[in-house]
Nanobody, 121 residues
Framework: QVQLVESGGGLVQAGGSLRLSCAASGRTFSSYTMGWFRQAPGKERELVAA???????YYRDSVKGRFTISRDNAKNTMYLQMNSLKPEDTAVYYC???????????????WGQGTQVTVSS
């Protein structure tokens, strides 16, 4: 069982930066693929970035070059550094964990409660 808690969301102006954190419980954090998803009102939840246990990363095209995903297995924590934020990045951001390799689907095993990110124009 893994429990995930996100933090770091907030209100920022376009062009600004935020860093999201996802703290995980449990002793097997390092073995999981971790992902950041987001869901805007009226839209489907989408994978923003993911990092495998081995450090392989994935980014959706719209955030490439602006967002960086990382993990610190010693601290059981995953991060999402978000730079050059745009209004279209506004959404609730969720962290999630799954066994196995990176997938683009929402079928992850464990989810956090979400943190709101709002980017004003």
């Amino acid at each position: 069982q893994v429990q995930l808690v996100e933090s770091g969301g907030g209100l920022v102006q376009a062009g600004g930066s935020l860093r999201l954190s996802c703290a995980a419980s449990g002793r097997t954090f390092s073995s999981y693929t971790m992902g950041w998803f987001r869901q805007a009102p009226g839209k489907e939840r989408e994978l923003v970035a993911a990092i495998s246990a081995g450090g392989t990363t994935y980014y959706r095209d719209s955030v490439k070059g602006r967002f960086t995903i990382s993990r610190d297995n010693a601290k059981n924590t995953m991060y999402l550094q978000m730079n050059s934020l745009k209004p279209e990045d506004t959404a609730v951001y969720y962290c999630a964990a799954k066994a196995g390799s990176i997938t683009l689907s929402v079928f992850y095993d464990y989810w956090g409660q979400g943190t709101q990110v709002t980017v004003s124009s």
